[in-house]
C-alpha cells in the first residue's frame, strides 16, 4: 500500500499567503523527503528531513517531522507565483530500503 | 539542468517501434532510477542500479529493458509497448550506500507517447 499521502490534493492561494502541505506515513520511517515538479518535468528535492529531526528550514521553505504521529508538513511562506507546482514527499521506510512518493499536492498560487 | 540529462525529451512510437530511452549523470552518484509517472497516479519505481548492477525490478513487464552499462549512464530500452504505457518517465540519481539517504536528482523526463 501507499506509504506516504499529501494532503490536500490540491491548494489554491493568492500570492503572498503561506501554503501548507501535510504528508501521512504509515511506518517507520529513516528520512522523508520533500520535492517539487514543475508542469511536466522532473523533480526537484527541496528538503529531506532525518527521522530524529524535528525541523528544518531552507529559504522560505519550513519542514516539520512528528514521527509519533507519522506526519509531516511543508510550509512555503510569502508564496509566489512562480512556486506554483506538485509537491511531493517521499519516504525512506527503515524496514525496505526503497523511497516511496506519494500522489502529491497541486499548489497553485494567483498573482 | 540539474546534472541529470535524459534524451529524448519527447518520443511517440507505434507498438511495434523499438527505441530507447537515454539517461546521463555527471554527478558521481553510484545510483540510477527509472520511474514511471502516469496521470493521476504516484511515481512508480521501475529499476534501480547500484554501481552498475541491477538490485531492483518492480515487476516491471518485459517489454522494458533497462541498460546500465557504467555509473554514468542508463538506458531504457522499449519495444512492443502498449497505449497504456504512455507516461513521464524519469530517471533520477543519488549518492550514498543507501537510496535514499541524500535525496534524489531527478532529469527532466521523457514524455513518452504509444499510438
Known amino acids: 500500500s501507499q506509504q506516504g499521502e499529501e494532503d490536500p490534493q490540491a491548494l489554491s492561494i493568492q500570492e503572498g499567503e503561506n501554503a501548507t502541505m501535510n504528508c501521512s506515513y504509515k511506518t517507520s520511517i529513516n528520512n522523508l523527503q520533500w520535492y517539487r515538479q514543475n508542469s511536466g518535468r522532473g523533480l526537484v528535492h527541496l528538503i529531506l528531513?532525518?527521522?530524529?529531526?524535528r525541523e528544518k528550514h531552507s529559504g522560505r521553505l519550513r519542514v516539520t517531522l512528528d514521527t509519533s504521529k507519522k506526519s509531516s508538513s511543508l510550509l512555503i511562506t510569502a508564496s509566489r507565483a512562480a512556486d506554483t507546482a506538485s509537491y511531493f514527499c517521499a519516504t525512506l521506510q527503515t524496514s525496505y530500503d526503497k523511497v516511496i512518493f506519494g500522489p502529491g499536492t497541486s499548489l497553485s498560487v494567483i498573482p | 539542468e540539474t546534472g541529470v540529462t535524459q534524451t529524448p525529451r519527447h518520443l511517440v512510437m507505434g507498438m511495434t517501434n523499438k527505441k530507447s530511452l537515454k539517461c546521463e549523470q555527471h554527478?558521481?552518484?553510484?545510483?540510477m532510477y527509472w520511474y514511471k509517472q502516469s496521470a493521476k497516479k504516484p511515481l512508480e519505481l521501475m529499476f534501480v542500479?547500484?554501481?552498475?548492477?541491477?538490485?531492483e525490478n518492480n515487476s516491471v513487464p518485459s517489454r522494458f529493458s533497462p541498460e546500465c552499462p557504467n555509473s554514468s549512464h542508463l538506458f531504457l530500452h522499449l519495444h512492443t509497448l502498449q497505449p497504456e504505457d504512455s507516461a513521464l518517465y524519469l530517471c533520477?540519481?543519488?549518492?550514498?550506500?543507501?537510496?535514499?539517504?541524500?535525496?534524489?536528482?531527478f532529469g527532466s523526463g521523457t514524455r513518452l507517447t504509444v499510438v
Open positions: 542500479y547500484n554501481f552498475k548492477e541491477q538490485t
Open positions: 533520477a540519481s543519488s549518492q550514498g550506500e543507501g537510496q535514499g539517504d541524500y535525496g534524489y536528482t
Open positions: 554527478l558521481g552518484h553510484n545510483a
Open positions: 528531513i532525518r527521522s530524529n529531526e
